[in-house]
């Protein structure tokens, strides 16, 4: 690394008394790396005018050899014409400050977010461009030496489907694996977003259902909270459902003497055949199916994990306990938060998150892992006894064979290879590598934990140790602790009739709430329905429209009916279906404007109808 030049100090002490101005905690991390220049990097005067800067990396230029404030310009257009509606412009690294100039020139309004890891490269910056413009951004962030996970975080509270980015290869040569790392997280989160809106579309009438049916289980439940962060001493091995998960069977009555068993819904089945009880199971899924994979069980000694969507079967299910982990969705969060909350567990697309972060959650510092395949080892894709294993064989004839079923769940989801924890090839699939993707992004969050497999025939998730059985069997035995941090005193005292009457409030005052957002809407929907208007009087119609807009999205009730409201897609097919206005109408604009209010009330007011038709609990 290079010191600043003379020629550089001045405009490069300029340049830092801005930034500790406005960025004083920042400055006081990075203070004592400032000061010097990345190595392999020229700073050249432009051709056209020599007042200006650009500069080579390796030989190639960073910018215009001209001017590079107009090329910063173009290249920032160019990429912004990708996004027309994003709010938040995101440069992955910036050279020499040329595109965020030029953001911060003409686009005021927007926010700025600009990422490097390496500290010298905003020395570079500073020494060579005026960023007087930049910092008189109104929304202005710099991530310098940030790990991916805490910009990913930050980029998620501004929202991804907000952000533009913009990515230069040239500002990225640098670092490439920093940004390459960077651009994966965030296209999976998009992957991810765009999943759980086409899971949302498909389930919500499910969930709604099951949560309408299932409303007495919040008082008479209590939540997993009941053990938060009390197994500190202990370790956990969490159990799932993968072809591996047969190997380790037999050992699991001796395991269950030094680990605490955390097993998902699918792997019951399949310890129960060895006579193990897990001291947990944890079922998420709300679909009729996953209630299957308890079909003729019983397991009186386990504790049931589940959340308030699940199919109502599952409450009746033979078992020590049930306990609830907060819902996911608005109708249970919205009354939790008036009776008991229940504790929140992660959720990554498989039962298997959850169950991990039970164990986190409980404060096991060890977890060991069994099963999580996430993939076909031998080409299998579960373990012999579980449910999937059993019904492929009940189910099978002389048309739609055994190996028919199999087939298609080894290649019906893009399947694509990559490598256990050994090196070896393993299949698996798109889908399977979003929930690796998740238990990676979640090790690497809580560093802290140690987190192995004991099957190593799985899919390798980065930050997951390669362990074996034999280390799991030499911890020492446990099971005095064990039993009494399983028999939890907390759930014995715990008060159903005060619960019972706080869900009765909440109840209560629910009805009110949609009572008065349905006045609301059926008000709006009234005077969109207005007919004979002139130009006049569309700013007053506006106007009142806009006041009861304001109204509703501070209601308690809106967020309950989002789960009920059309998903985007939906919304726009519905437009789209509606008569066409003449676009040779001087009204038109006013009129589509008109109409589309119209079909978000008309939306908004079924969602509440079918709030309507619960039959609430009441426990007289």
């Known amino acids: 690394m290079s010191e600043l030049l003379e020629s550089q100090k001045q405009l490069y002490e300029k340049n830092l008394k801005l930034f500790k101005s406005r960025f004083s905690e920042l400055y006081k991390l990075l203070e004592k790396k400032l000061g010097n220049l990345p190595e392999n990097v020229e700073v050249l005067s432009c051709k056209g005018d020599i007042s200006k800067k650009t500069g080579k990396y390796n030989n190639q230029l960073l910018h215009s050899a001209y001017n590079p404030e107009r090329e910063g ?65 109104n929304n202005l962030i710099f991530c310098i030496e940030a790990d991916i996970q805490g910009v990913l975080k930050l980029l998620e509270k501004l929202g991804l ?197 039970f164990a986190r959650y409980i404060g096991c510092k060890k977890i060991f892992i069994a099963g999580l395949d996430l993939g076909f080892p031998g080409k299998r894709t579960h373990t012999k006894n579980s449910t999937f294993e059993q019904n492929v064989f009940s189910q099978c004839n002389k048309i739609k064979s055994s190996e028919y079923s199999h087939v298609s769940a080894l290649y019906g989801a893009n399947t694509l290879y990559k490598t256990d924890y050994s090196g070896k090839e393993i299949l698996t699939d798109n889908r399977m590598s979003m929930y690796a993707w998740w238990f990676e992004s979640k090790v690497a969050e809580f560093a802290s934990l140690e987190v192995a497999t004991i099957t190593p025939e799985g899919l390798n998730i980065p930050g997951i140790k390669k362990s074996s059985l034999e280390t799991v069997l030499e911890l020492p035995k446990n099971e005095k602790l064990i039993l009494e941090f399983v028999e939890n005193p907390l759930a014995l005292n715990y008060d159903k009739k005060s619960l019972q009457e706080k869900l009765v409030c909440a109840i209560s005052e629910l009805k009110e709430y949609l009572a008065s957002t349905k006045e609301l809407v059926e008000k709006g929907l009234k005077i969109t329905k207005k007919t004979g208007l002139t130009k006049q009087d569309y700013p007053e119609i506006f106007f009142n429209l806009q006041q009861i807009d304001k109204k509703l999205v501070n209601t308690e009730a809106s967020e309950l009916i989002s789960l009920l409201f059309p998903s985007e897609e939906d919304l726009q097919a519905c437009l789209d279906s509606l008569p066409k206005i003449d676009k040779m109408d001087v009204l038109y604009l006013e009129k589509e404007n008109l109409q589309k209010s119209m079909l978000i009330y008309t939306k908004l007011l079924e969602a509440i109808n079918q709030y309507e038709k619960i039959s609430f609990p009441n426990f007289s």
């Open 161 to 357: 489907k907000n952000c533009c980015f913009v990515k230069n290869p040239i500002f990225q040569d640098h670092n490439k694996k920093y940004f390459q790392d960077l651009n994966s997280l965030i296209n999976r989160n998009i992957q991810k977003d765009s999943i759980n809106a086409r899971t949302l579309k498909v389930f919500s009438k499910l969930w709604f259902t099951n949560m309408c049916k299932n409303l007495t289980h919040l008082a008479d439940n209590p939540g997993i909270k009941i053990y938060k962060d009390s197994a500190k001493e202990l370790s956990a091995l969490l159990i799932a459902a993968g072809p591996s998960l047969d190997r380790i069977l037999p050992f699991l009555s001796e395991i269950k003497k030094r680990c605490i068993l955390i097993a998902v819904d699918t792997a019951l089945r399949s310890l129960l055949e060895y006579n193990v009880e897990p001291h947990f199971v944890v079922l998420t899924d709300p679909q009729y199916y996953n209630s299957r994979h308890f079909d003729r069980l019983q397991a009186p000694n386990s504790v049931l994990i589940t959340e308030l969507a699940a199919y109502p079967s599952i409450f009746r299910f033979n078992c020590k306990q049930i306990l609830l982990c907060s819902s996911m969705f608005p109708l249970g969060n919205y009354l939790e938060k008036r009776i008991d909350i229940k504790g929140k567990l992660g959720t990554g697309g498989s039962v298997a998150s959850s169950a991990w972060d």
């Open 73 to 137: 310009e173009k290249l920032l257009q160019a990429e912004i014409s990708k996004n027309q509606n994003a709010d938040v412009l995101v440069f992955y690294g910036f050279g020499l400050g040329y595109l965020p100039l030029a953001a911060a020139k003409n686009h005021k309004n927007k926010t700025l977010v600009l990422v490097e890891p390496d500290v010298d490269w905003l020395t570079l910056a500073f020494a060579t461009t005026d960023f007087s413009e930049i910092f008189l951004q």
